[in-house]
């Protein structure tokens, strides 16, 4: 019997950071055609992994085959001789240059003079993202696009390269639903011309829709490679928590004072045809979910309240009073808290430590006289780590070591660190692993539980239905159902309600 050839083989990969081992004598391989999925928790090493066989670090021991061939993947130049190509989870771009000045940056296209020949880069650009199906002018800077688009940038400054194997790591964190949709026609197009795909991402859907294989990590151990036609849900829980994860998403009735005064009032609020006349309270201690599709005005509805959107009409009541909330300053001053949805561009200084992110937003409190008052901001520090789990050796690393998903978390440890009466949250678990999700879930809860509001926006029904006492369903920029949590049976009820059934 012929053995199927693996167009790409890593085998028995070490590493270690600072004595800290971080993959373990890992197999990974992947065939051609194929769309090998590599899942795994925050910090289980997927990124690493990848980073070697991109040559942005190298193994401490191990071997990189391709096509059978043993190959030195000592830097990028080497990755790219041998054809393959990388789609980082932290955006690479430049926002100051054009989008074809970022897609042929550190490429060969260069005329006599070795400047880069602008004409044919855009019109070799232009021919990519046609091919992409995405309508970005070539000469637009990067810095005016929003992050969807800076990841169809990146993705097309990927495939500008001639490339046999091609690794994403959660490609679709921002993308919108139709994004996604194109990005996973565009997968099968490479698919049947014969590229190698490793596709890194912690949402299962995706991953029964485009993949054919699957490999979980396991704190820097491989656990398993299955066939995505075996596999099913609970299994790949299993393999990517380890020792289990009981009570994954279960509502809990929640006990909280319901003839209490809102802390939170919003009156008429309009923008456009975007926002129509949304008007809601929330209540100390209550967690509202906001549902509804892609486009359905939710975000622009917290973003209208928070100050960082724009808002034709409507009032905004915090405890009593009216508040004039024209920016994010002006909302945390009335005690409100956002975290929005694109936090990763936005939340951290990558450069500074997790304390100092932690600290950012609460030096004030920290003051000991004129200086900082360290051990209480070290245990600050520590409390959040703790609390929402965070994986890093300790609080004076540098954010930028720490994986996607941790970061995330110090985003949401940075807002939490304010300690503000109404809490917001933007798609709260997106690029989190399974066990976190249900952490943050847990947090959430205790917030609540201490007396503030909360307020979710989540496209994931088992998550909004696990969290939310009272359900808002937004269509077409207006409330057109709300629900207590209570009067809810199954995810298929509320996902009736939100499609307009
Ligand atoms: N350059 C570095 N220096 C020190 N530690 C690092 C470095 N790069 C990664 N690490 C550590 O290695 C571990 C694995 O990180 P990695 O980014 O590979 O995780 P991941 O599986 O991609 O997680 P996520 O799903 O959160 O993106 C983490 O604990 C991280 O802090
Ligand atoms: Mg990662």
Redesign the pocket.
Same mark, same amino acid.
């Given at each position: 019997m012929r053995v199927e050839q693996s167009m790409l083989s890593m085998r028995n990969i070490s590493k270690a950071?600072?004595g800290?081992t971080?993959l373990d004598s890992v197999d990974f391989s992947v065939k051609k055609g194929e769309v090998h999925a590599l899942m +795994?928790?925050?910090?289980? +090493?997927?990124?690493?992994?990848m980073?070697i066989l991109t040559g942005v670090?190298t193994a401490d021991q191990g071997e990189i085959y391709i096509d059978d061939q043993l190959v030195e993947i000592k830097n990028t130049d080497d990755a790219r001789k041998n054809y393959i190509s990388m789609i980082f989870?932290e955006f690479s771009l430049i926002p100051t240059l054009t989008v074809a000045q970022n897609i042929f940056l550190t490429r060969e296209d260069k005329t006599s003079i070795g400047l880069l020949n602008d004409k044919e880069c855009i019109a070799k650009t232009r021919k990519l993202l046609q091919d992409l199906e995405v309508d970005i002018d070539p000469n637009e800077l990067v810095g005016n696009l929003g992050v969807g688009y800076w990841q169809m940038t990146e993705i097309a400054k990927a495939l500008s390269q001639e490339t046999k194997i091609l690794v994403m790591?959660?490609p679709t964190a921002s993308l919108t639903k139709k994004e996604t949709e194109i990005l996973f026609s565009f997968i099968n197009q490479l698919k049947s011309k014969g590229y190698a795909i490793i596709y890194?991402s912690?949402r299962m859907d995706e991953i029964l829709e485009i993949c054919d294989r699957i490999t979980i990590?396991r704190d820097?151990k491989h656990v398993a490679t299955e066939d995505c036609k075996q596999i099913d849900l609970d299994m790949v829980i299993q393999h990517i928590v380890g020792s289990g994860m009981d009570k994954a998403f279960e509502w809990v009735e929640r006990d909280y004072d319901k003839n209490t005064a809102p802390v939170l009032e919003v009156k008429n609020l309009s923008l456009g045809s975007k926002v129509q006349d949304v008007s809601f309270n929330l209540f100390p201690g209550e967690i509202v979910g906001i549902a509804g599709l892609m486009g359905s005005g939710r975000t622009e509805t917290v973003s209208a309240i928070f100050g960082t959107g724009p808002k034709d009409s409507g009032d905004i009541i915090v405890k009593g009073e009216k508040k004039t909330i024209k920016n994010a300053s002006d909302a945390v001053k009335a005690g409100l808290a956002l975290i929005p949805e694109d936090r990763r561009v936005q939340g951290l200084v990558l450069e500074h430590s997790v304390k100092e992110n932690i600290m950012l937003p609460i030096l004030s409190k920290m003051q000991k006289g004129l200086l900082i008052d360290d051990k209480k901001a070290n245990k600050v520090a520590n409390d959040f780590v703790k609390k929402l789990n965070i994986?890093?050796?300790d609080i004076y690393?540098t954010t930028n070591?720490?994986?996607?998903?941790?970061?995330q978390k110090i985003v949401l440890a940075k807002w939490l660190a304010n300690d503000p009466s109404v809490l917001m949250l933007d798609e709260p678990t997106i690029?989190?692993?399974i066990g976190a999700k249900t952490e943050i879930v847990d947090v959430i809860r205790e917030l609540a539980d201490s007396g503030k509001a909360i307020l979710v926006i989540s496209s994931e029904l088992p998550e909004l239905l696990a969290l939310s006492d009272r359900v808002l369903v937004m269509h077409e920029g207006r409330i057109v159902k709300e629900l207590q949590r209570r009067e809810i049976n199954t995810e298929e009820e509320l996902q009736h309600a939100i499609q307009g059934f």
């Open positions: 950071f600072n800290i971080v +795994g928790g925050n910090g289980a +090493g997927k990124s690493t992994l980073k670090y989870q790591d959660e890194i912690h990590l820097g994986k890093t050796d690393k070591l720490l994986s996607g998903g941790n970061q690029g989190v692993d």
